[in-house]
T-cell receptor, first 113, second 113 residues
Framework: SQTIHQWPATLVQPVGSPLSLECTVEGTSNPNLYWYRQAAGRGLQLLFYSVGIGQISSEVPQNLSASRPQDRQFILSSKKLLLSDSGFYLCAWSVRGGKEKLFFGSGTQLSVL | KQEVTQIPAALSVPEGENLVLNCSFT??????LQWFRQDPGKGLTSLLLIQSSQREQTSGRLNASLDKSSGRSTLYIAASQPGDSATYLCAVRKETSGSRLTFGEGTQLTVNP
């Protein structure tokens, strides 16, 4: 069966520090991968999605970047965090070419102070 | 631009009650609609996915319906239990949006023992 791993679960970082969140998927090949952010009291916002290694689409201009160095690995990064980057970050995957049913990781609560 | 609205924002019911959560979307040209559950501080768990050609989907005590032409979906929960307490989100995938899902802001459900 397929599983998705996301870490860390919580992170507290000072303003201006770098960020690296990692997500890996097991039990499937060639998944579509996604990074979402959920800010307090707001809905989910799609940040990035990827249909293959090295293929990244950005949905909104921001202080973050994403990379997909391996088929089942998706990384969210920042060189310098801003206060506004605080939020709950969720990685997700779906089967490419299927019904696009989305499966989510457990999330990372990021607090930038 | 697709907009998804969920009403009510919060709902509190006694245990055993049947209840309905509502989701409406502005653009009826959707590929599918997915209902999720989110527990506090956790990721999203997929509950039901309805393709645009379907009218409803059932899983256990959950039944989701879709009226594409009117831009509405409902999630019916039968015989509610305290363990059903969570935030319920609906998300629609537009026919031509590729991998983009548009989420509602959710309904926070509390089932009181």
């Amino acid at each position: 069966s397929q599983t998705i791993h996301q870490w860390p679960a919580t992170l507290v970082q000072p303003v201006g520090s770098p960020l690296s969140l990692e997500c890996t998927v097991e039990g499937t090949s060639n998944p579509n991968l996604y990074w979402y952010r959920q800010a307090a009291g707001r809905g989910l916002q799609l940040l990035f999605y990827s249909v293959g290694i090295g293929q990244i689409s950005s949905e909104v201009p921001q202080n973050l970047s994403a990379s997909r160095p391996q088929d089942r690995q998706f990384i969210l990064s920042s060189k310098k965090l801003l206060l506004s980057d605080s939020g709950f970050y969720l990685c997700a995957w779906s089967v490419r070419g299927g019904k696009e049913k989305l499966f989510f990781g457990s999330g990372t609560q990021l607090s930038v102070l | 631009k697709q907009e998804v609205t969920q009403i009510p924002a919060a709902l509190s019911v006694p245990e055993g009650e049947n209840l309905v959560l509502n989701c409406s979307f502005t653009d009826s040209a959707i590929y599918n609609l997915q209902w999720f559950r989110q527990d506090p501080g956790k990721g999203l768990t997929s509950l039901l996915l309805i393709q645009s050609s379907q009218r409803e989907q059932t899983s256990g005590r959950l039944n989701a319906s879709l009226d594409k032409s009117s831009g509405r979906s409902t999630l019916y929960i039968a015989a509610s239990q305290p363990g059903d307490s969570a935030t319920y989100l609906c998300a629609v995938r537009k026919e031509t949006s590729g991998s983009r899902l548009t989420f509602g802001e959710g309904t926070q459900l509390t089932v009181n023992p």
